[in-house]
């Protein structure tokens, strides 16, 4: 039944984001990666890559291919996945183990080296509740600063915390938004602004 659950979630997200980014005339340009990015993790483990294939979310058209240049993005469903509050408020040193949370940022950050896109985003919704979407801290503060239109961006909560991955502990801060809110916020368009700015950015300083 959870993986029924989590291939509808992964349908209904791939529609949802086909339908935001072409500003609802199509709902076909983004869908479930192969094995849920799992052909594409088995190729980087051998050093080789697989074009729009990691993490949850693939292209079926190249247009879709700047949102995947700006996000590598998994999807979780379920009430086990929990969320950041859930290690705000934890006793220091009672555990040794990631939790549930904290596994979803390790895969998701890896997806997100392995394909090279400039952040990750994990986007979860448990039973009864509204998608949410988390996001690197730097993506808003990127957005802010090339985007025509910053205002409308705000968080619904930010967090800087101490995560446990499976080589150590890493200090993220990163952002929370309601997937609608966040939707509404982030023009598809800017979206290709912003990343044409940060990729020459990136190159010039790889040049120096």
């Not at 509204?130 to 690197?136: A, C, I, K, L, T």
């Not at 025509?148 to 101490?162: G, I, V």
Request: charge should be positive.
């Amino acid at each position: 039944m959870r993986a029924k659950k989590g291939s509808a979630f992964e349908r209904e997200i791939s529609k949802r984001l086909s339908l935001w980014w072409t500003e609802g005339v199509r709902e076909d340009v983004f869908w479930r990666s192969a094995g849920s990015g799992s052909r594409a993790t088995t190729r980087a483990k051998q050093g080789k890559t697989t074009h729009g294939s990691y993490g949850d979310i693939a292209t079926l058209d190249p247009i879709g291919d700047p949102l995947l240049e700006m996000f590598t993005i998994e999807l979780k469903r379920g009430n086990t996945i929990k969320d950041p509050w859930d290690l705000v408020d934890e006793l220091p040193g009672r555990r040794s183990k990631p939790q549930k949370f904290e596994e979803a940022l390790e895969q998701v950050v890896t997806s997100q080296r392995q394909a090279g896109s400039l952040y990750w985003m994990l986007l979860c919704k448990k039973d009864g509740r509204v998608p949410m979407v988390y996001v690197p801290r730097r993506f808003v503060s990127d957005y802010y600063k090339y985007s025509r239109d910053m205002n409308r961006l705000h968080p619904t909560a930010s967090f800087k915390l101490l995560i446990r991955f499976t080589e150590g502990v890493h200090e993220m801060s990163f952002c929370a938004f309601p997937l609608e809110e966040f939707l509404d916020a982030v023009v598809p368009g800017e979206i290709v602004e912003v990343n044409r700015h940060l990729r020459r950015r990136m190159s010039k300083k790889n040049k120096n």
